[in-house]
């Protein structure tokens, strides 16, 4: 069946049916019609659901696919690329979940010269892919510590109107929370209550170790101990996941798509070669109606010169 007798049993379907009469209605029907029904359903609870739908319009918009032929083409395109992410979200998430065995704790805790006894104290958050920022707070503590060590050393009068400017770090542990117009060493003052600011410094310190062991730890060589974990997690991956079977998957989809597209591109030559030969076959009837019109005008002529005669 061609794409116009396809388009000319559909219309007879359709006839005696209700709905939207002009060209605006039907376009706006059809695409509410198309949300309801693929929007609504097949999606985890982690998928962008807004994110699916801009990338359907945009699919549509690419493609011109007005044609229930093209949206079944943009669909099989739409369901291949989802199986790609979430074939590659599950493979993520099997190598995050690895990487929280205890034993990675130990492999780790070896190659970086750790205390091994103690390797099931250290955080999840070496190993995630994800640290929620904690790895970069390791690095801010750090500093906070040394500076404030530094400070103790060179306290005096003259340095208290440039701490924020030299000793930023430890100016912002301090300091956060407070107004713009609060006292450094009132702050610290208040909360470590000791009577000198070298003793207030020492309190800072000491609770840094006691409330940030980890991340003290980390900061004392944070390339080399994420290089490790870099390494591990490769590791685990080749470990973890069945290569050969995620790349038939893989291949898979990735041969849909590529047929999906390819039909597309087939059916808009089809209809697009349709198009220039009903323009053709149209093209006489207008030069048969034009030599009409030219024919009654000599006629006209004629009638008028008669007369006139």
């Known amino acids: 069946m061609t794409i116009k007798k396809y388009g000319q049993a559909v219309a007879l379907s359709n006839q005696g049916q209700t709905g939207p009469k002009t060209l605006l209605g039907k376009q706006s029907s059809a695409k509410n019609a198309r949300k309801s029904e693929i929007f609504v359903r097949g999606y985890l609870d982690w998928e962008d659901i807004e994110q699916k739908k ?17 949206q079944i083409f943009i669909a099989t395109i739409e369901k291949a690329n989802l199986e790609c992410e979430r074939l ?17 704790a130990q492999e780790f805790a070896q190659h970086a010269h750790f205390d091994i006894l103690g390797a099931h104290l250290l955080p999840a958050w070496y190993f995630s892919d994800d640290d929620d920022g904690q790895k970069i707070l390791a690095i801010g503590i750090d500093q906070a510590w040394v500076q404030a060590s530094k400070l103790q050393r ?15 770090q430890l100016f912002e542990y301090v300091m956060k929370g407070q107004s713009a117009n609060a006292s450094f060493l009132s702050v610290l003052g208040l909360r470590y209550k000791q009577t000198t600011p070298s003793l207030n410094l020492t309190s800072l310190m000491n609770e840094i170790r006691e409330k940030y062991p980890h991340h003290l730890q980390w900061a004392a060589d944070p390339r080399r101990y994420q290089i490790i974990i870099d390494a591990l997690r490769a590791d685990l991956a080749l470990q973890a996941l069945d290569l050969d079977k995620s790349s038939r998957y893989m ?37 048969k109606v034009g030599k009409l019109h030219q024919h009654q005008d000599k006629d006209e002529e004629k009638d008028d010169g008669a007369i006139a005669a």
């Open 251 to 287: 291949t898979s989809i990735q041969n849909r798509l590529l047929k999906a597209t390819q039909a597309l591109i087939h059916l808009k030559q089809i209809q697009a070669s349709d198009a220039n030969r009903i323009i053709e076959l149209e093209a006489p009837k207008s030069k």
């Open 154 to 168: 060179n306290y005096h009068d003259s340095v208290v109107p440039r701490i924020a400017q030299d000793y930023p």
């Open 88 to 104: 590659m979200s599950a493979q993520k998430l099997k190598v995050e979940g690895a990487m929280m065995q205890l034993n990675i």
């Open 54 to 70: 801009a990338l359907h319009e945009r699919l549509l918009e690419q493609w011109g696919a007005d044609d229930p032929t093209s």
